[in-house]
């Protein structure tokens, strides 16, 4: 009954090759987030969809690229990986039609180590 | 001057006292605020919200809210060793209705004593 998983949760992999992280939400949330969070620890947003809409993006090199296939999803997909891309990747989701649609809930982070 | 900021610590306090976290912001047009926990090598788990000025309590925790001064704080009452994690403060800058825009801070280590 995991409300916010992502998958996969360790990811290893050489410079220059494409990946993508998967987030499924079950919460019936309307809108989903990524975020990074670097060896720093600090948090930032990346990108937000409501309901398969773009609505958040940030500076984030154009290798980066979201897709909502559904509210429910969210992916990552990574092109041409580099070492600076290291880091812990959160998706996170809310449900913006609600009181506390300012609330976000996180997923456990996909780990992400480029060499 | 960053958009959220924080003592980034060790805090330290001994089980069973009272521990205070602080934070500020900078966007005084800000609405929403929240405080975050996170044990080493876990995700960032909600545990205090709180949309208007003064106080908001639930258990043990309570956040209090400033907006005049721009500052949010989060006690924690009789500390006990498990809430040992980073506190995340968070701010709402959405000025999105389908969406929230939180800026964390950078996040402040509570260590509790026994």
């Known amino acids: 009954d995991t409300a916010v998983s992502q998958t996969p949760k360790y990811l290893v992999t050489q410079m220059g090759n494409d990946k993508s992280i998967k987030c499924e939400q079950n919460?019936?949330?309307?809108?989903m987030y990524w975020y990074k969070q670097d060896s720093k620890k600090f948090l930032k947003i990346m990108f937000s969809?409501?309901?398969?809409?773009?609505?958040i993006n940030e500076t984030v090199p154009n290798r980066f690229s979201p897709k909502s296939p559904d509210k429910a999803h969210l992916n990552l997909h990574i092109n041409s990986l580099e070492l600076g891309d290291s880091a812990v990747y959160f998706c996170?989701?809310?449900?913006?039609?609600?009181?506390?649609?300012?609330?976000?809930?996180f997923g456990p982070g996909t780990r992400l180590t480029v060499t | 001057q960053k958009e959220v900021e924080q003592n980034s610590g060790p805090l330290s306090v001994p089980e069973g006292a009272i521990a205070s976290l602080n934070c500020t912001y900078s966007d005084r047009g800000s609405q929403s605020f929240f405080w975050y926990r996170q044990y080493s090598g876990k995700s960032p788990e909600l545990i205090m919200s709180i949309y208007s000025n003064g106080d908001k309590e639930d258990g043990r925790f309570t956040a209090q809210l400033n907006k005049a001064s721009q500052y949010v704080s989060l006690l924690i009452r009789d500390s006990q060793p498990s809430d040992s994690a980073t506190y995340l403060c968070?701010?709402?800058?959405?000025?999105?209705?389908?969406?929230?825009?939180?800026?964390f801070g950078s996040g402040t280590r509570l260590s509790i004593r026994p």
């Open positions: 996170a989701s809310s449900d913006t039609g609600t009181q506390k649609g300012y609330e976000q809930y």
């Open positions: 968070a701010v709402n800058r959405s000025r999105y209705s389908s969406a929230s825009k939180i800026i």
């Open positions: 919460l019936g949330h309307d809108t």
């Open positions: 969809y409501n309901n398969k809409e773009l609505i």
